[in-house]
Nanobody, 115 residues
């Protein structure tokens, strides 16, 4: 089982930036996809961004042009750089990894965008 630990959340003003990080550890075979989901209060968890082992990326429409995702395969880490943050970006951000077909999730890190 892969363990994922997120960091980097916090309170930021609208228009500000945050960088989320996630480190994978444990019994890792070969992580193909890593990414980030977001869950706002009272809403379902939604996919924000993913990156594959060959660095192909996907972004939700809400993240395009503002967020970037990067990955260090050797270190089993993934980062989400979030710029021009909006209040609607508020939520718990969960790191995700698919290792040999098995999905794993972190416990989440809270991002609050508010003035």
């Amino acid at each position: 089982q892969v363990q994922l630990v997120e960091s980097g959340g916090g309170l930021v003003q609208p228009g500000g930036s945050l960088r989320l990080s996630c480190a994978a550890s444990g019994s890792i075979f070969r992580i193909n996809v890593m990414g980030w989901y977001r869950q706002a209060r009272g809403k379902e968890r939604e996919l924000i961004a993913t990156i594959t082992s060959d660095y192909k990326t996907y972004f939700a429409d809400s993240a395009k042009g503002r967020f970037t995702i990067s990955r260090d395969i050797a270190k089993n880490t993934v980062h989400l750089q979030m710029n021009s943050l909006k209040p609607e970006d508020t939520g718990v951000y969960y790191c995700y990894a698919n290792d040999a077909g098995v999905n794993s999730w972190g416990k989440g890190t809270l991002v609050t965008v508010s003035s």
